[in-house]
């Protein structure tokens, strides 16, 4: 017989596919054959029932205990044997799946929270959005049955709690997905195009909007009006992402491009002014064109102005030096152009993502600093109760902002350190770390899309402090969650 989780059996065969299958091997069954075969049908749709009900979570072992009768018994037909074995394996499956079902309805009111939190992850499509998150809460929740079927009702609560948890979280990844995923995409597209440079206000924008959303949905997970945020976020980097590209050549030099042309446009008012011509107001081809008109109606007048000759060659040689100045310059300015995109073509990414962790973080949050190729996050804001391990629901915005940091870099991998004051024992300490490590640790591998072998966590206690343990503020500092993020390559 088999065993294992719950979750993975392998689903009952359809009924039509079943019956499908005796008709091929035997043709009509009459009599008792028909009956057997209408019970199995009968059988295959009550099993989708009950996972429909969720029997095969709440009363795993006697759900698959009557599996694999049912199994064995469509296995058996499927080899030509339809004969009274395979009508007893029919019947003691259904017995044993009465039997899960009474347990099962037993057991929904110790497992009314988990099931709640279960049909909020399914309406937020945590199954296909946060696989590795929602196949976590399933395991509990299969463990929590698995405690009910063996007679221990308290243990079953406790870890059905933890399988509430998990769908909680599960369900926020997938709301998160649904209403700020594009939005999320998009801010990593303008993060990549420089767009936090080339238009800050515009990228802060979106910034601001995207941590309304992000409030929305921790205020109510399945508000419709985070989406309408979202959408306006992602259209807000769309743009700043835009005005990067139109900018792409523009870096900080001597000479800026609105100097440059502040330039050109005063050099070709002068010229146009020495030739009589009105300038084209922002326009340099008309303006040229309006130059050139003049240096030719000076030409033609030179044969009649015998005494303005001189001064009219002079002033003509003067046009062209200035017409070819210009050109010059404006060679030049094609030149900077293309240099300045071929520069911010080659830049690395990376080095702008840096920037933007270290203007993450406010002073009272934490500290944040290079060390090899670790980027350590040294963050005393984080808060616990005395003595807990919970974390606290003031510390989720600054669990968004480390949430960002390890999404804005691909491939790394992430050590929780957890750190405490001097006060207390030094073992209590150690674990209390430990503890607490494991819990930012825990929340951040539900919402961040990172393999758990990347990310562990351990506990320091009060061995490694950075301030004095002898005043308050110290002993603050020395209570906190360090971040090490090790970058691939740097």
Not at 22 to 51: H, I, K, M, Y
Not at 122 to 141: G, N
Not at 313 to 340: C, D, G, H, P
Request: glycine letters at 8%; aromatic letters at 6%.
């Amino acid at each position: 017989m088999r065993r294992g989780a719950a979750t993975r059996f392998r689903p009952a065969p359809p009924a039509g596919a079943a019956i499908c299958l005796a008709s091929l091997a035997f043709g009509a069954a009459p009599g008792a054959a028909g009956q057997a075969e209408r019970q199995q049908a009968e059988l295959n749709d009550r099993f989708g029932q009950a996972r429909a009900a969720a029997v095969h979570l709440l009363a795993p072992r006697a759900f698959e205990e009557a599996l694999d009768q049912f199994e064995d018994a469509v296995r058996r037909r499927e080899r030509g044997r339809a004969d009274e074995r395979y009508r007893e394996l029919l019947s003691e499956a259904g017995r044993r799946l009465e039997s899960a079902e009474r347990v099962a309805d037993a057991a929904r009111p110790v497992f009314d929270e988990a099931l709640a939190a279960r049909e909020e992850a399914l309406r937020a499509e945590a199954e296909s959005r946060t696989p590795q998150s929602w196949e976590r809460a399933e395991d509990e929740l299969v463990a929590a049955g698995r405690r009910f079927e063996s007679g221990d009702p308290a243990a079953a609560a406790e870890r059905a709690g933890r399988a509430a948890e998990l769908y909680r979280r599960s369900a926020a990844a997938g709301w998160r997905d649904i209403f700020l995923g594009e939005a999320v995409q998009a801010r990593a597209a303008a993060v990549a195009a420089g767009a936090f440079e080339a238009a800050p206000a515009t990228f802060a924008r979106g910034e601001n909007l995207l941590a309304e959303g992000e409030e929305r949905l921790e205020a109510n997970r399945s508000d419709d009006n985070a989406a309408g945020t979202g959408d306006a976020a992602a259209a807000t980097f769309d743009r700043a992402s835009r005005i990067a590209a139109l900018l792409d050549s523009v870096r900080r030099r001597d000479v800026s491009l609105e100097r440059l042309f502040d330039e050109h446009e005063a050099n070709l008012a002068l010229l146009a002014e020495s030739a009589g011509a009105a300038p084209a107001r922002h326009d340099v081809a008309g303006t040229t064109e309006r130059i050139a008109a003049a240096i030719e109606e000076l030409l033609a007048s030179n044969g009649r102005l015998d005494e303005a000759v001189q001064g009219g060659e002079a002033r003509i040689s003067e046009l062209e030096s200035n017409v070819a100045t210009l050109q010059r310059r404006l060679s030049e300015s094609q030149r900077q152009f293309a240099e300045v995109r071929d520069e911010l073509l080659d830049l690395r990414a990376g080095n702008d993502r840096l920037r933007e962790v270290w203007g993450l973080f406010a002073p009272e949050e934490g500290n944040v600093y290079l060390s090899g190729n670790q980027l350590i996050l040294s963050l005393f804001g984080f808060t616990f109760q005395s003595g807990e391990a919970d974390l606290s629901p003031d510390s989720y915005p600054l669990l968004i902002k480390v949430q960002r940091v390890i999404e804005t870099f691909e491939g790394v991998t992430v050590r929780i350190e957890g750190h405490t004051d001097s006060d207390g024992a030094d073992e209590a300490n150690r674990v209390l770390s430990q503890e607490r490590a494991i819990a930012v640790r825990e929340q951040l591998l539900a919402r961040v899309p990172i393999p758990s072998s990347r990310i562990e966590a351990v506990g320091f206690g009060e061995e490694r402090p950075v301030a004095t343990n002898e005043t308050e503020a110290g002993r603050a500092r020395n209570r906190r969650i360090e971040v090490r993020i090790t970058l691939p390559g740097a």
